[in-house]
């Protein structure tokens, strides 16, 4: 903001939520139990030698939430924010539409990937985290259309070779 303010320098600062592209999101650690037991050792008990999807919880029974951006709905952003001066000296949220929670994509991604799910609850700090992306919505004309199904079913679109104008990660 400072420099901005400053020097005149048209600047706009943009924070991305974390970022996925082409299949890359199918193999991700938050949701296989073979990997989550490395993070959280309470999960260890879990793993009897077969892979499973894992419906996080917090200790209140909560699922966990997370918010994720699509690199195609990041460079949509991106482009939006180029040559507006509205968007100078100021910073925006760039994520999917929605957060998404486990309890929503793990059944999705069990089904798809033909892997059984389990529930478990998380022991220590629980993931939960949303951006708000109104701002760039209102003030650069962000519209994202990637939620996390969409990014998951377009990832296995991926892996079968279908042309979906991304590439393979």
């Known amino acids: 903001h400072g ?7 048209p600047i706009t600062m943009m924070r991305f ?3 996925h592209s082409g299949d890359e999101i199918l193999r991700q650690s938050y949701f296989y139990l073979s990997l989550l037991k490395k993070r959280y050792p309470e999960l260890e008990e879990l793993w009897d030698g077969e892979e499973r999807l894992v419906l996080l919880r917090d200790r209140e029974g909560k699922s966990c939430r997370a918010h994720m951006v699509d690199v195609r709905d990041l460079v949509h952003g991106l482009v939006c924010a180029l040559d507006k001066p509205e968007a100078y000296g100021q910073v925006f949220n760039l994520a999917a539409p929605k957060a998404f929670s486990w309890e929503e994509v793990v059944p999705h991604l069990s089904q798809a990937l033909e ?9 220590g700090a629980p993931i939960h985290y949303q951006l708000d992306i109104s701002k760039a919505q209102k003030t650069i004309g962000y519209k994202p ?8 079913d377009d990832g296995l679109a991926v892996q079968r070779g279908e042309d979906l104008g991304i590439l393979p990660t």
């Open 145 to 152: 259309q990637y939620d996390m199904i969409r990014m998951i």
């Open 115 to 123: 892997i059984p799910w389990i529930e478990a609850t998380l022991s």
């Open 17 to 19: 939520a974390w970022a």
């Open 3 to 9: 420099y901005h303010r400053i020097h005149s320098f």
